[in-house]
């Protein structure tokens, strides 16, 4: 009979193992510096040690445990059906400490061929050559503008000179495997999902391979935030610019995989495809321009002289504690300089009402709904390896890239502040200058 998760309640949790292993990595990749040149190798050599022996421990007691959970089973005779049989092949596995080699524990099932089980470590799958962490290290070293032919080197530096079997070659295949889980992410349902706050923009990147006319690809992104105040990336897709027709068929693959419920508010740029694209799949949505967008492109009409007051006074508008105090410092700044820079204060006029939208919503998210920070602040990574290699080589592999790149900086994204009164802006609960309305 299979024991199901009652043989996973037996195993030993290997956080400890994990976490000796980082902690590892970064003694071993601080002493790669200057300061820890002389230390280097005995360091190294004894924490390669200590982590050989954990490992070993660890996988050895899961398969104890595993064979205990069949102890009852006995053949006629009373013997075990379920033994150990010696170790398989020693194996390499690559970590943050170096290659460490591993003898896993063999176990023999003596049953009938139909009821046997196979017994396989949940520590230490079959196939395991790297850790999730190198795993992880690979796109981010890509992205920092290691070349494919540099990541024998560059990985022997971090982690020693066993860091072996990650060639060109290997980075390339790797590089398909994202391009395959880009596209199996990019087809997921989302049905029941909701995001209460959605931020958008459109990422410009150089494709080194395209002819001129098609060498800038337009990354479309949206992030958006959940019940419980977490930010999560809800879509990346390849667009024609940020025009509307590909916002709109953005758009409209989300709500064919599930995602039938509008989010509360939208934060952009004042990019008119996305916005038009909203308006028709979004119509309750709520719509807040970006603060960081629109400060720019103010100061672009403005004489570099006066763009420091500018920009001050533009700061003192969107940190009112009110509307009313928003509104007095949007009139003060537009007397100022409508005279002299006409083309300025029309660019902010314009967008006037949905510039200050997020007075309408708690106070505790207004840090997070007034600009499009959490997409900028993502892809100034992805640029710096742009720079760098002056641009990807493809549009499959730059997608793929930029695809890797969020999934992995998603996994420090802060929950919003007052992340509590997320449920309160999704029942439609009003808010007046960032304080809930009594009914």
Not at 13 to 41: F, K, N, R, W, Y
Not at 114 to 131: D, H, M, V
Not at 402 to 423: C, H, I, Q, Y
């Amino acid at each position: 009979m299979k024991q199901g998760n009652r043989d996973e309640r037996l195993i030993p949790e290997p956080h400890v193992l994990e976490m000796a292993q980082q902690t590892a990595g970064v003694i071993a990749t601080l002493a790669t510096s200057d300061a820890g040149a002389v230390c280097e190798d005995e360091l190294t050599r004894v924490l390669r040690r200590g982590a050989q022996q954990m490992l070993t421990q660890a996988v050895e007691t899961e398969a104890a445990a595993w064979i205990d959970t069949h102890a009852g089973l006995v053949d006629i005779n009373g013997r075990r059906r379920v033994v150990r049989n010696g170790h398989l092949p020693r194996r390499s596995i690559q970590t943050g400490v170096g290659a460490i080699e591993v003898e896993q524990p063999r176990v023999h099932d003596r049953r009938p061929p139909a009821t046997r089980e196979k017994f396989s470590s949940k520590i230490l799958p079959p196939y395991l050559r790297r850790t999730k962490s190198i795993e992880q290290l690979l796109p981010w070293l890509y992205l920092k503008g290691i070349s494919t032919g540099d990541f024998g080197e560059a990985l022997a530096a971090l982690l020693g000179p066993d860091a072996g079997g990650v060639s060109a070659a290997t980075i390339t295949r790797l590089k398909s495997q994202w391009e395959q889980e880009q596209k199996t992410w990019s087809n997921r349902r989302l049905d029941g999902k909701q995001y209460v706050y959605v931020w958008a923009d459109g990422i410009y990147f150089n494709i080194r391979l395209e002819d001129e006319e098609n060498k800038r690809q337009c990354i479309l992104v949206l992030i958006g935030a959940t019940a419980d105040g977490k930010k999560e990336l809800i879509a990346i897709e390849e667009g024609y610019r940020e025009s509307e027709t590909s916002w709109l068929v953005m758009l409209r693959d989300l709500k064919s995989r599930g995602l039938s419920m509008d989010p509360k508010l939208a934060i952009a740029d004042g990019a008119l495809g996305f916005w038009s694209a909203a308006r028709q799949m979004w119509p309750a949505t709520r719509e807040q321009r970006c603060w960081v967008h629109k400060t720019v492109n103010v100061l672009d009409k403005m004489s570099k002289s006066v763009c420091g007051t500018a920009k001050a006074m533009l700061h003192d508008i969107w940190m009112a504690a009110t509307r009313a105090e928003a509104q007095k410092a949007f009139d003060r700044f537009v007397s100022v300089y409508e005279a002299k820079f006409p083309k300025a204060t029309e660019c902010l006029q314009k967008d006037r009402d949905v510039l200050l939208t997020f007075y309408d919503f708690p106070a505790q998210h207004w840090l997070h709904i007034r600009t499009s920070n959490p997409i900028e602040s993502t892809f100034a990574t992805v640029r710096l390896r742009h720079d760098k290699t002056k641009g990807s080589g493809s549009r499959s592999a730059c997608l793929a890239m930029v695809f890797k790149l969020v999934e992995n900086a998603a996994l420090t994204w802060r929950v919003l502040n007052g992340s509590d009164l997320v449920p309160q802006v999704i029942a439609g609960v009003k808010f007046v200058d960032g304080e809930r309305v009594a009914a």
